[in-house]
């Protein structure tokens, strides 16, 4: 089937009713008409908008088609086509220096003696054709299109085809938007039908609301002070038609009944994706009533008030914490202070002696390491797990030479200041037990050694003077133990003593 044809249909019917005109089929003639004789009609629905940018146009280039008009009992003329136009040339004549160039304009002049109804239906196929519409004019044009073509049924004209397809055709849009428009227009409540002939309400979502029931459009008219968007309009349908009302059916956990009467809805207006409620959960049983982020801003005051003596108690148990963990920072500071302390002490430095301990951080000063060496720590002062151990040290041999001690020292491999293979013989007393590698002893024999940090305590190994080499205690055998300190050791009772076997090369 082919596309209905409005004008072609219209024209027909026009004709075989019997009221074409002589002027009808004559050439149109322009006349020049007063702007002050001109008139709108009642029956123009359409927006004026546009009008400045459209005065403009007409200004620089002149007014491009003439308003269509037809003549009244008082010798005025009411416009049936160029309404906006007419608004246009009314302001420029308003604008001061305009003189009387719009003073009149060209008209064409329709004197058939159509029917009022006829006459109407013109002006909204020439409105169709030159205009571009919002869907909420179409709707309105729609709606008087239909209206108009049953009078004129009961006139006697007659119109081909479905009076749907006649009205769709008049307004050219498809049918199927046609449909939409008209649920619109007969389901909308008026609060939001205001809006969206305003054009302030999308058409989508007008058409999601009006399929939604009178009471539930009202129930979101009367809360939401902004509108809703389409896809959650859907959402919101979808779960009414699935049996949602959102009105609360429980009670809270004392058993007073839930008084929150739109509450849950409203949170389901404007909450995340994902997150509507459907009021079937108690605020004070709801996990985002609960969370530490992020919570529900729709929560009951009871459920706010638990919140709050949740976070209350969350804050003083992280709180006892921290002073717990704080402490202990505190505590191992104040040791390696006094290990740093002990240090500028021996070096003679006084409490303004720059310290550099790092790179970030604040400056130090051997007062401040006094100072926390004795516990006292100031409000400001900074305190990390790192603070002062040796991963805090920027630059170790620079802070060794500041303090005047070695970097074994800083390094917690020795409790000497200085370390034995750098200091005098004063360092160790020469009938001293313990001596320093790579010092060696003398003579052979059993001695203790440190192999490593002093916290990991020593081993027992056989000195080979002849030889020069650690050997195993029991078994004369070498060994390489990366000894730091040694100590000869003293002479073992006879019942303890042993025979050290000898063992020869390929028997080890």
Avoid at 19 to 46: H, W
Avoid at 271 to 291: H, Q
């Amino acid at each position: 089937m082919g596309k209905f044809d409005i004008t072609a249909a219209f024209q027909a019917a026009v004709g075989a009713a019997g009221n074409v005109s002589k002027s009808d089929t004559s050439r149109e003639a322009i006349e020049y008409i007063g702007l002050d004789k001109l008139e709108a009609d009642p029956g123009n629905f359409y927006s004026l908008t546009g009008l400045e940018d459209l005065a403009a146009n007409i200004e620089l280039c002149g007014l491009q088609q003439p308003i269509r008009v037809r003549p009244t009992e008082d010798g005025r003329y009411v416009i049936v086509s160029g309404h906006r136009r007419w608004s246009a040339l009314k302001l420029l004549r308003s604008t001061e220096g305009s003189g009387d160039r719009w003073a009149s304009i060209p008209c064409i002049v329709e004197r058939d003696e159509a029917s009022q109804e006829l006459r109407e239906l013109r002006l909204i196929l020439a409105n169709s054709s030159t205009r571009v519409l919002s869907p909420a004019e179409v709707s309105k044009q729609a709606q008087r299109v239909e209206l108009l073509l049953y009078q004129l049924k009961e006139q006697g004209y007659e119109f081909p085809g479905r009076m749907r397809d006649q009205v769709a055709a008049a307004c050219q849009v498809s049918a199927p938007k046609l449909a939409r428009l008209k649920v619109i227009r007969e389901r909308l409540i008026p609060a939001y039908l205001e809006v969206f002939d305003r054009n302030k309400l999308p058409e989508q979502t007008a058409y999601v609301l009006a399929r939604m029931e009178t009471a539930l459009q009202e129930r979101l008219a009367n809360m939401l002070p902004n509108l809703p968007t389409g896809s959650r309009a859907e959402e919101l349908l979808e779960l009414a038609k699935a049996g949602t009302d959102w009105r609360p059916a429980f009670s809270c956990p004392d058993g007073s009944p839930c008084k929150r009467g739109d509450a849950f809805l409203r949170h389901d207006l404007d909450c995340f994706c994902g997150e509507l409620c459907k009021g079937e959960t108690c605020c004070l049983r709801c996990p985002k009533a609960k969370t530490a982020y992020y919570a529900c801003e729709r929560m009951c005051s009871k459920a706010k008030a638990a919140r709050k003596l949740q976070r209350e108690e969350d804050e003083a148990i992280a709180a006892k914490r921290e002073a717990e963990i704080q402490a202990k920072i505190r505590e191992n500071v104040q040791l390696r202070a006094k290990r740093l302390a002990a240090a500028a002490d021996a070096a003679g430095l006084d409490d303004n002696s720059p310290i550099y301990i790092s790179d970030y951080g604040r400056s130090m000063t051997a007062g401040k390491l006094r100072e926390w060496a004795a516990g006292q720590f100031a409000e400001d002062d900074r305190l990390y797990p790192s603070t002062l151990s040796p991963k805090d040290y920027s630059d170790p041999a620079r802070l060794a030479e500041e303090l005047g001690c070695s970097t074994d020292y800083l390094l917690g491999v020795t409790d000497h200041l200085t370390s034995a293979a750098l200091s005098t013989a004063t360092d160790l007393e020469a009938d001293g037990p313990w001596r320093w590698w790579p010092e060696q002893p003398q003579e052979s024999g059993l001695y203790w050694c440190i192999t490593g940090p002093m916290s990991h305590g020593g081993s027992l190994y056989w000195w080979n003077a002849e030889e020069e080499q650690w050997e195993h205690p029991a078994m004369a055998f070498r060994m390489s133990p990366t000894v730091t300190l040694w100590m000869k050791c003293p002479q073992l009772p006879e019942s303890m003593s042993w025979e050290r076997q000898e063992v020869q090369d390929g028997e080890k």
